[in-house]
């Protein structure tokens, strides 16, 4: 039982320590993080420029069209972060996965 | 006061119809036998459905996930019809006929939680859960405390919600089907029995599915044909819609919804937040194979619930041309006065003049459709917190056999069933704005930053986990308490002593910070040992080392 334990514990360490398993934490951080902030902050933005400068989405989009900039912009917002969204599962699909498999490989 | 009304409103969008419906009781319809006969095919189809996943729930892994064996496409369909409630249809839309681009900018807070999600959840959810979300949180804290706590607030968050779909359910479909609003509160309580306890998550997951694409499918239909009365012109949409609109050309920029920041503030924290404390749709993450489906599941249904608001967003404003002229569609025929069946008809309204009685009863019978779909859910998630959660893990220290676990499983589903009937015939004439707010309010104050900080910060302890948790969930209790939905609209005081709608702006970060507080100025042993297991969790989190695998049918 506690043989088990250590094996297990040190298999853990083991992979902790690879240099890949941290090249893998730490680009995934890297992008998901960035990719949130994008999200978050554009979002943000978004909802800054409509409480205080509602003028700006309220322009129309060329002269004599009923359409204003606000229009595209909201659309904007939901079609870039989710275009962001389809990124990070690729990325994460191929070659993050790809780290993580070849790492518990080498580890076998 | 009335500057509040249509934020309310866009509040209940996301959820059911009860906000707007629940003031004014819905009056009675004659019975729709087109919607009826649409309605009852769809019973039949999914009833055929949860017979066959009868037969394929054999454990408890099939109860609670179907068995890990749901494809990211398949999950993604399912996620985005766990979302998009039958009022996202009709609220959202109402919302856009009424207040025009405002209806916009509360659309887009209903979906920015979901890329957020993808980032920094989805993935760690599937390699560190196995059934519930509480899996996750107590995986290096005290097994018994934490996961009753979480048990708690899903159960908190399950209930709230089922009352007010029950409530939406049955003024939609009195006025729809002219059903008797007792009579469609236990039609739907019912059918969401059935389907649970016979087909556990496989059933709902496909019952979930088959109404995201009706949903999906319905409202792009309606949509094409409002555009077609346009020459499938935006352009020549916008300027009908200003000239008929009593604002005018102000439906086409930020309006006096926005008027005051704060208020804006707390309400899309609490959405872009409290999507990821809902237990039913956090659920859906452990019914694929692995990381990648997971992933995948939540690019589709974002894609889904994004296309689904655009279209939405058209049918709002098609309607202000095609329904808000039409004398038919207004009571006494009066285009200033109130809309035939209440202000959140208007997509229904514009079915019937674009598509005809036909086309009418169809979406009238998507509509039951989605809400019984969601309840579904509701009820697998919460019935899964009290027999995984409290029986099996707490109760019984893990030592329950899956047949033990599966009985529980099914009476917690039958008593959440009674619960959500009882309640939903009891609040009837109530308004229950309020629970909107709390369910969102607890998911985003409570769930959330306990599940986060479980997910990413090695200095959590089970004792900031506790107190944070409590804290966000009594903040979040009594700022609902004390806001206009309760203060003044159920208790009759005159003015609220909280004056805005959600809670989570302030009880959110409150819970964040007690978490971290108490966490770093706990010394214990225990404490110490949850720290040192956050590396072991680390590991799993990355490479789903461990982590529970699909069973194969």
Known sequence: MSQTETSHAQRYARIRNHPKFQELARSRARLAWTLTALVLGGYYLFMLVVAFFPQWLHTPLETGSQLTVGIPAAAAVIVLSWLLTGWYVRVANTRFDALSADLLEELQ | ?553
């Open chain 2, 1 to 553: 006061m009335k500057r509040l009304a249509p934020l309310v409103s866009a509040l209940l969008a996301l959820a059911p119809l009860a906000a707007n419906a629940a003031p004014m009781v819905a009056e009675k319809q004659p019975i729709n036998l087109h919607a009826i006969a649409m309605f009852f095919v769809f019973v039949v189809a999914t009833l055929m459905i949860t017979w066959w996943a009868a037969r394929q729930t054999k454990s408890t892994s099939d109860f609670y996930t179907a068995g890990g064996g749901i494809s990211g496409f398949q999950n993604g369909l399912a996620i985005a019809g766990d979302y998009m409630s039958a009022a996202t249809l009709l609220g959202l839309s109402s919302l856009v006929f009424a207040k025009g681009y405002d209806g916009f900018v509360y659309t887009v807070a209903f979906f920015v939680g979901w890329p957020v999600i993808t980032f920094l959840m989805a993935e760690r959810l599937r390699n560190l859960g196995k059934y519930t979300f509480a899996d996750i949180v107590s995986y290096r804290l005290d097994q018994t405390r934490i996961r009753t706590f979480a048990a708690f607030g899903s159960l908190t968050v399950v209930c709230c919600y089922l009352v007010v779909q029950m409530v939406g359910a049955g003024q939609l479909i009195k006025l729809l089907f002219g059903l008797d609003y007792s009579t469609a509160v236990m039609v739907v309580g019912v059918l969401m029995l059935v389907y649970v306890i016979f087909g556990g998550m496989i059933a709902t997951t496909w019952v979930q599915i088959i109404k995201a694409v009706l949903l999906l499918a319905g409202g792009t239909t309606l949509a094409g044909l409002a555009l077609a009365e346009f020459g499938f012109s935006l352009e020549t949409l916008a300027a009908r819609a200003v000239e008929s609109h009593a604002i005018g050309w102000n439906i086409m920029g930020p309006g006096s919804m926005l008027a005051d920041p704060i208020n804006a503030a707390s309400l899309s924290l609490g959405l872009v937040f409290g999507i990821a404390g809902l237990p039913h749709i956090l659920m859906r993450f452990f019914t694929v194979p692995n990381a990648k489906e997971a992933r995948k599941s939540v690019f589709y249904a974002t894609g889904f619930i994004g296309f689904f608001f655009l279209v939405v967003m058209v049918l709002g404003y098609a309607a202000i041309v095609i329904v808000g002229r039409d004398p038919q569609f207004f009571v006494d025929g009066d285009l200033s006065g109130a809309l035939v069946g209440g202000g959140n008809m208007v997509a229904m309204h514009l079915a019937k003049a674009v598509g005809g009685n036909l086309f009418l009863g169809f979406l009238s019978a998507v509509a039951f459709a989605t809400i019984l779909a969601v309840v579904a859910g509701l009820a697998l998630a919460g019935a899964s917190a009290i027999s995984h959660d409290l029986y099996a893990t707490v109760l019984r220290k893990g030592q329950a056999s899956e047949r033990e676990e599966m009985r529980v499983t099914r009476f917690a589903t039958i008593g959440l069933g009674i619960v959500a009937i009882g309640l939903g015939i009891l609040f009837e004439k109530q308004n229950v704005a309020f629970l909107v707010g709390l369910t969102f309010g607890i998911a985003a104050s409570t769930n959330f930053p306990v599940l986060i900080m479980a997910m990413y910060w090695k200095g959590l302890t089970t004792r900031g986990a506790l107190l944070g948790g409590f804290a966000g969930l009594i903040s979040a209790l009594t700022l609902v308490i004390l806001s206009p939905a309760v203060w003044v609209a159920v208790l009759g005081n005159a003015e609220a002593v909280y004056p805005y709608d959600h809670p989570a702006l302030f009880s959110m970060p409150l819970a964040f910070i007690v978490i971290v507080l108490v966490s770093k100025l706990d010394n214990s042993a225990r404490a110490a040992r949850e720290r040192d297991a956050f590396d072991d969790q680390f590991v799993r989190a990355q490479t789903g080392l461990g982590a529970a695998t699909a069973s194969s049918h």
